[in-house]
């Protein structure tokens, strides 16, 4: 018992650890790119005089979630504050991911090398492109997405475990946080339960079959469309469709080497097929027009849960047949895949500091001047800004509502994707984008056309800004104006 439990204590602090260094790699962005999407609807919660106006464009997806009452709640319970609670809750969802993978690869490998080698070449790939999903294996901020991925391995553990009511308590926690992932991990249990009962009653087995039939999509050509690319399959690049096959082919692979375990083949086998089904489902919505509208939930984002299971098959595969115990073999694999992943972040958040730690000053210049917004304006002052703020270069994608917590006309960036999962506010948004574009063109005499229809208070402007406004407040990029 003695030594069950500090075994049990080893691999908390290892898994800790592993955490510490997962954050140090991938770095953390709290306000950042779908930060905009939903901490407005956490921060709404815990002050309720913010944001009079432009609700809309974040309401429609915390509606369809409990993650903004979840993370407002705990804030309140532990009296954290705000940004300190984010971390928390950011630290908790890798340290939670990597705990879901670590039980995963417990029931597919046997050996402590290869389950570390699972869990570690998940910590080294959180931030790694999902195909043409637009999806991260975890976000470099707090989001329902983080919160659902481990949900969904834990679930599918239990599912291999037969624990059907665990998993499915896993399933429905990830429902609450996010409407559409608790999909994937579902579907995946129904899949899994099918193939038993076949093999149950047939004596069929789920070997060769199917192998052929999913390499035939490979020769698929589809016809470009001019929807948005990680909506529709066709729009995608051909890299991104590699990133379709290959691993449907690395996991028919890794079932032909497990063969002596049985449990990782049948799995490896299944997700395979779970891969081709959503492949299938994916051309079934994106290729007829009838069917155009139905592309919005996005089948392929499946790919996110099956590049979890690869990357937990993988890294078991590479812990107990290549790395071994060679230390040094384990620091000729991490370190490099470790400083590349971290120079790919660094280069996607250049102006920004690597890690943005609570109550430290902005190191990026538009955060520095929402920052000053968010403690300088009143708290029903209305913004307008350019559309495209988010585009700009050495913005940071930083979200102004959720970072100076004030209200501001629509964008194109982050509301233009909230209209393209809600169209019932696309006149509204087309409205409103237009009455501030083209921003650089916009003449100071027609600013207070903003004020007058939408009581626009006050402006971002880039710098050098104009002369005839009133700016409190400025820095090297932008400055912050009243409309009197």
């Not at 991938?26 to 709404?44: F, K, N, Q, S, T």
């Not at 995946?188 to 038993?196: C, H, M, P, R």
């Not at 006050?458 to 800004?465: A, F, I, L, Y």
């Amino acid at each position: 018992m003695i030594n069950i439990r500090l075994s049990t204590y080893k691999t908390g602090i290892l898994l800790l650890l592993l955490t510490a260094g997962a954050l140090l790699v991938h770095g953390y962005h709290p306000y950042a790119e779908d930060a905009e999407i939903y901490l407005p609807g956490v921060e709404r919660i815990l002050d309720p005089s913010l944001f009079p106006v432009g609700q809309e464009f974040f309401r429609s997806h915390a509606s369809m979630t409990l993650f903004p009452n979840l993370v407002a709640f705990s804030l309140r319970v532990t009296h954290v504050p705000f940004e300190i609670g984010l971390l928390a809750w950011q630290i908790a969802s890798i340290f939670l991911l990597l705990l879901a993978c670590w039980q995963l690869s417990g029931l597919l490998f046997e050996s402590a090398r290869a389950r570390w080698g699972s869990v570690c070449l998940i910590a080294a790939l959180l931030t790694i492109p999902v195909a043409g999903t637009a999806l991260y294996i975890m976000d470099q901020y707090l989001n329902p997405r983080n919160l659902a991925a481990f949900a969904a391995v834990f679930a599918v553990a239990r599912i291999l475990q037969k624990r059907y009511l665990r998993a499915l308590a896993w399933i429905a926690f990830a429902a609450c946080v996010h409407p559409l992932m608790w999909v994937f991990p579902f579907s995946f249990g129904a899949l899994w339960l099918v193939i038993e009962q076949v093999e149950r009653r047939k004596g069929w087995r789920l070997e060769g079959a199917g192998a052929q039939g999913s390499l035939v999509f490979l020769g698929i050509s589809v016809a470009p469309s001019a929807s948005p690319a990680y909506f529709y399959v066709q729009d995608w690049q051909w890299y991104e469709w590699v990133g379709i096959f290959a691993p449907l082919a690395l996991l028919w692979w890794f079932a032909r080497m497990a063969r002596q375990k049985p449990l990782l083949a049948r799995a490896c086998r299944a997700f395979a097929l779970y891969g081709v089904i959503y492949f299938l489902v994916a051309l079934a919505v994106d290729l007829p027009a009838a069917f155009e509208s139905l592309a919005r939930i996005q089948p392929l984002r499946c790919l996110h849960l099956l590049y979890m299971f690869l990357f937990v098959c993988g890294g078991g595969f590479l812990g107990e047949y290549v790395l071994k115990d060679r230390a040094w073999r384990w620091l000729v694999l991490f370190v490099p895949l470790s400083i590349g992943m971290f120079a790919a972040q660094r280069s996607l958040f250049p102006a920004s500091a690597h890690i943005e730690w609570p109550g430290r000053t902005p190191k990026n210049a538009w955060a520095q001047a929402f920052v000053w917004i968010r403690e300088n304006t009143p708290t029903d002052a209305i913004f307008a800004l350019d559309p495209d703020y988010m585009r700009l270069p050495g913005e940071g994608v930083i979200g102004f509502r959720c970072l100076a917590q004030r209200s501001r006309l629509a964008d194109t960036v982050k509301d233009g994707g909230v209209v393209s999962m809600f169209p019932a506010l696309a006149d509204e948004w087309w409205e409103q984008v237009r009455a501030q574009s083209p921003w650089k063109n916009l003449q100071t005499a027609a600013l207070p056309r903003l004020r007058e229809k939408y009581k626009v208070s006050w402006v971002v402007v880039q710098q050098p800004g104009a002369a005839a406004l009133t700016c409190p407040y400025q820095n090297a990029a932008v400055r912050v104006c009243r409309l009197e």
